[in-house]
Structure formats: C-alpha cells, structure tokens
C-alpha cells in the first residue's frame, strides 16, 4: 500500500472525499475530513500546514459544487452561524430515484445486471481505510455507501493484482501469449491503468524490456501477476488511461472487417454498435484478428466475413475446428 508520503493525484482525493461524505448522514468535521480522507491525510502527514490543507478542502468543494455535486455545510443547531464545528456531507436523497418511478421486468433485469458490478470488495484501498478510521471515531456509516464503489466481477483472474498494482506504483511481472506464438513470454510492466475496449479489459504501461508504453489484452495473461517490490513515481499515472484508449482507437482505425451480418440477430445487435454501414454490409473495427475472429465464429451463420482475407481464413479455421471436432464435413 501506498504509505503516507505519498502524493494522491487530485482525481483520486476528489473520489475519497465524495465517498467519505456520502457515508455517514450527520456529516463529518473538517478536522476528521482532515485527518482520515486519503489525500489530505497524506499531504498532513508530510508536513502541510492546516491552513494549506484548509485551502485544498476549500477548492475540492468548490469543484465538487461546479461538478453538480451538493456538499451541504451543517452548522451548530444552536448557533447555524457559527461554523467553528461545522459538519460537511453528500446527501444521499439527492441520487435517490423518485419513489413513483416504475420499471418493466426487462429494465429491472437490465439494473440488476449493472447493479452486479458494484460492491465493497472493490473499493480502493485508500477509500475502505478512510472508512475504517471515520468508524474508529464512532461516527456510523451507512451501509449504502458501497453502493456507489465500482467493482468488475471478471473472469479474468489479473484483474485484481494489476489494480493493487497501479494502486501502488509496483512493477509487475507476467507471462504473457501474444497472437499467433506458440510459447508466452516474460514481461516486465510499470502498470499505469486498466481499460476496458470492445468490452476486453487491457492493462497498459511501461515495458521495461522494449522500453516504450504497451498495452496488454488481460485475457493473453497466463500467469500469476508478480507483484514486485520495485516502486515507480505515481505520477506516471496521469492521463495514462486516455493514452491507453486512444492508442487502441487508432490501431482499430486502421483494422476494418467488412462484414454481412443477417439482420435480426445476435451478431447484428452487438456488432452494429460498433459498426459503420457499407455499400456490401458493416464495417467494423477491431485491435485483436485473432480475438475478433473468435467472437466472429460463435455467432456462426449469422455474420459473414468479406475482408480482410486473413480475417476469413482466420473465421473459416475456427468453425473448421468445431466442424472436425464433432465429426462433420464440410
């Protein structure tokens, strides 16, 4: 874990503080908020004055208000004016559906699907140890709150280490299977963000052995992540995410399929969202030939590959294996 000295990008004190405020209804004082948020706890730890981290707080409420967050000031209910121990906190109500709101059974089962996703066991590390200390001072904290903490419940099983990782500036170490090789190789990462493309998680960062950024398909991992003791600069991790997508959009941007798809399918539904009507069909871009070919022969005769060739050949292998493996011919 990060240790107290360490600088919290702004993004991240902004998140601790909202979750924070959210999750305790009598508010906290500016003195807790001070002392247990990670962020400013760090920042009080390493010297800064109270009269500095009195200004941050300032400016990160007023960010938040600019950003249509509502932080509610509680004064003393003697004296609402006298501020000296005033209390600070996110109505919850506010993010609250309207009670005469009504679903169909499919938008309920669309809601529980996405409501899957959230849970405490993903919550930073930084924000559960603000959590506990806001708890060791007595003050309750609503249960709710780990409703508003993302969590991604995959399958794939680097996920969690890598996001320890990033957390904590560590160097990791993998095996990792590119496209079309026959042995893994090992690879040696500053990881800097996880991002999620074509609906694949991707992990990207510094090669230490190219020396240069890559991105890595968490699904061609085929180890255990090794998290070493090798520290990196956090700092690293500024604007790493954007980076990441924006590398992916353009190798997609120079990998199209033109496709025929029958229309009304499964194929149709999720390919089209992705897709860019053609005189002959779809086109659709893609990062992965060997990870696009496989989503392509499980729709089977739904989809239809014009080019590229490699693609095709790639598609008619894959349903030539099934074919085989069953005993057909074609």
Same mark, same amino acid.
């Given at each position: ?66 950003? /249509?967050?509502? =932080? ?5 209910? &003697?004296?609402? !004016?006298?501020?000296?121990?005033? %209390?600070? @906190? ?78 904590? /500036?560590?160097? =990791? ?5 590119? &496209?079309?090789? !026959?042995?893994?190789?090992?690879? %040696?990462? @500053? ?93 659709v871009p893609y990062v992965d030939l060997h990870i696009f070919a496989d989503e392509l022969a499980s729709y089977g005769p739904e989809v239809r590959v014009v ?24």
């Amino acid at each position: 874990m990060a240790t107290e000295t360490t600088r919290t990008a702004p993004e991240e004190r902004l998140v601790n503080l909202v979750v924070a405020l959210m999750a305790t209804e009598p508010g906290l004082t500016k003195d807790t908020i001070l002392s247990s948020v990670a962020g400013y706890r760090e920042q009080s730890s390493a010297g800064a004055s109270k009269d500095a981290l009195e200004k941050m707080f300032e400016r990160d409420k007023q960010t938040l208000r600019s950003l /249509g967050i509502q =932080v509610e000031t509680i004064g003393d209910y &003697a004296d609402p !004016d006298d501020l000296r121990e005033a %209390r600070y @906190r996110i109505p919850t109500a506010e993010y609250e559906l309207p009670a005469d709101i009504e679903f169909t059974p499919a938008e309920l089962a669309v809601l529980n699907l996405a409501g899957g996703v959230w849970s405490e066991s993903s919550m930073s590390a930084d924000a559960r140890s603000g959590l506990r200390k806001i708890r060791a001072l007595g003050i309750d904290v609503d249960a709710p709150i780990i409703g508003y903490s993302p969590r991604i419940n995959l399958r794939d099983s680097a996920f969690v280490p890598l996001q320890r990782a990033i957390e904590q /500036g560590r160097v =990791v170490s993998f095996a990792y299977l590119k &496209a079309g090789e !026959d042995a893994s190789k090992r690879r %040696r990462i @500053r990881p800097l963000a996880l991002v999620d493309y074509e609906a694949r998680w991707h992990v990207y960062g510094f090669d230490l052995e190219q020396d240069a950024p890559r991105t890595f398909l968490l699904s061609r991992i085929v180890s255990d992540i090794e998290i070493t003791k090798t520290a990196f600069d956090l700092a690293e991790r500024e604007g790493a995410g954007e980076r990441a997508l924006a590398g992916l959009a353009e190798v997609a941007a120079r990998q199209q399929a033109l496709l025929e798809v029958e229309p009304g399918t499964e194929a149709a539904l999720r390919l089209s969202r992705r897709a860019a009507p053609a005189e002959q069909g779809i086109r659709v871009p893609y990062v992965d030939l060997h990870i696009f070919a496989d989503e392509l022969a499980s729709y089977g005769p739904e989809v239809r590959v014009v080019e590229p060739a490699d693609l095709r050949g790639a598609v008619i292998a894959r349903l030539q294996r099934v074919l085989d493996a069953h005993g057909g011919h074609a």
